[in-house]
């Protein structure tokens, strides 16, 4: 029985160089921050609701700002909130690729796990001895080793 193949592509290290250099171009182009697990964790994680508040919020302030306090400064705002409006965007673009990088990592990782396993019995059929084998015969087996637990003693009673 073959073992079933739903992908089957190939990204050189070249095409894979190219990638990583169009990203760091991309990325050279973002504002980004650098904040502390503790940072994050103070932060609200905005949704999608919550950016309809924040450019309807906008809207406003642009149109009618006299009822805001003078120290409220809507310049800092509309930047803050076409920031995040444009971030945002293109949040969904790259958590979209990611979902699509994990899928084809996974299955391609699956696939070469099923054949690397195919190999692994292969190769043990072919028996202990067979030239060249036994080296990597015995680095694969180590993958399956399984350490023993150690057992508790019961202590006598006095």
């Known amino acids: 029985m073959g073992i079933p193949n739903r992908i089957s592509a ?3 290290q070249e095409d894979s160089d190219a990638f990583k250099t169009g990203m760091d171009a991309l990325v050279a182009k973002l504002p ?12 609200n994680h905005l949704k999608e609701k919550n950016r309809g508040l924040v450019m309807s919020s906008l809207q406003l302030v642009k149109r009618i700002s ?3 306090p003078k ?4 310049t800092e705002f509309e930047k803050d909130a076409n920031l995040f409006d444009q971030l945002f965007s293109v ?3 790259v958590a ?9 990592t996974n299955l391609a990782g699956n696939e070469a796990y099923a054949a690397a396993l195919a190999v692994y019995n292969y190769a043990k059929l072919a ?3 067979t030239e060249g084998i036994d080296p990597y015969l015995d680095e694969m087996a180590r993958r399956f080793a399984r350490k023993s637990k ?9």
């Open 10 to 12: 190939v990204f050189s």
């Open 32 to 43: 980004l921050v650098d904040l502390t697990e503790k940072e994050r964790d103070s932060l």
């Open 96 to 104: 979209g690729l990611l979902q699509r990088i994990d899928d084809t």
């Open 91 to 93: 949040r969904q673009v």
């Open 66 to 68: 006299g009822f805001l």
């Open 71 to 74: 120290d409220f400064d809507v």
């Open 127 to 129: 028996g202990v001895g």
């Open 150 to 158: 150690a057992t508790v003693q019961p202590q006598p009673a006095k």
